[in-house]
């Protein structure tokens, strides 16, 4: 009888966050549609990973696909819960413990513009195009120009016309990029490399709704970390697994 009594209380212990999760049926993320990531079709890596987390609360995930300036106002605002993602915060939004994704990123451009590659030297000083909000100079460890173009396709543009340096981003967005040009080219002529490894996480205000929904998604990927279902997911859409015990 006493076992009985004390069931319920145990079975609370063992839900992550059960009690925070009480009074919270949906969580709204928000970005722009990144391809393998956040599918217009509600396909992709941090759909998927996002999904199992909330799902160990029977909690769901609705997606609203936004510029990611617009995103980041959106969550400011509370008109969302999380943008998903980035490697940076400003006050008053905050990072989450555990990162969705990590990965090297890199620099695309033309081998006769810039010449014999001397690693992150070639950057010293050159243009570089990237994605509005997604790089700051914090981001290269030497002196850089960096210039916003509005999407990857324009920065593809860009380089393949020769009017700049380099452009950087994830490689898997620098291919979609190359995937949407309709400049001719010769690929033989450009290439690219490795310029940087950053680590992406999911951005929170400080509200009490946020910050709870922060926790759940913390204690929830640590424990599918640990109980190996966040590696199928990464395997099927080709990304590694971030390591959560290292953050």
């Known amino acids: 009888m006493r076992f009985r009594q004390w069931y ?19 969580v709204i993320t928000t970005s722009p549609a990144w391809d ?24 769901t995930v609705r997606h609203e696909y936004a510029t990611s300036a617009r995103a980041v106002e959106l969550v400011k605002a509370g008109a ?15 990072l989450a413990r555990y990162p969705l994704y990590s990965n090297d990123f890199y620099a695309f451009f033309n081998k006769k513009r810039i010449g014999r590659w001397k690693g992150l030297q070639s950057l010293w ?6 994605q509005p909000g997604y790089y700051s100079s914090a981001n290269f460890p030497v002196p850089v120009n960096l210039r916003e173009m509005m ?35 010769v690929e033989s002529e450009f290439t690219t490399r490795q310029v940087g490894r950053r680590a992406y996480f999911p951005l929170f205000s400080s509200t009490l709704r946020a910050q709870r929904i922060k926790k759940m998604y ?29 953050y």
């Open 8 to 26: 319920p209380i145990v079975l609370l212990l063992l839900l992550p966050s059960a009690a925070s999760a009480a009074d919270i049926a949906e």
């Open 36 to 59: 393998t990531f956040t599918n217009q079709d509600g396909t992709g890596l941090y759909h998927e990973v996002l999904r199992e987390v909330f799902a160990l609360y029977h909690v």
């Open 80 to 94: 969302t819960d999380m943008m998903t993602c980035d490697d940076v915060v400003r006050p008053p939004l905050v």
């Open 125 to 130: 000083g050159k243009e570089i195009l990237v």
């Open 151 to 185: 999407t990857g396709a324009q920065a593809v543009s860009m380089i393949l016309l020769d009017r700049a340096d380099f452009y950087v981003d994830d490689l898997a967005l620098i291919r979609e990029a190359l995937g949407e040009n309709t400049i001719p080219y």
């Open 218 to 246: 913390e204690e929830g990927m640590l424990r599918l970390f640990r109980e190996g279902r966040l590696q199928p997911i990464y395997t099927k859409w080709g990304y590694a697994c971030p390591d959560m015990t290292l």
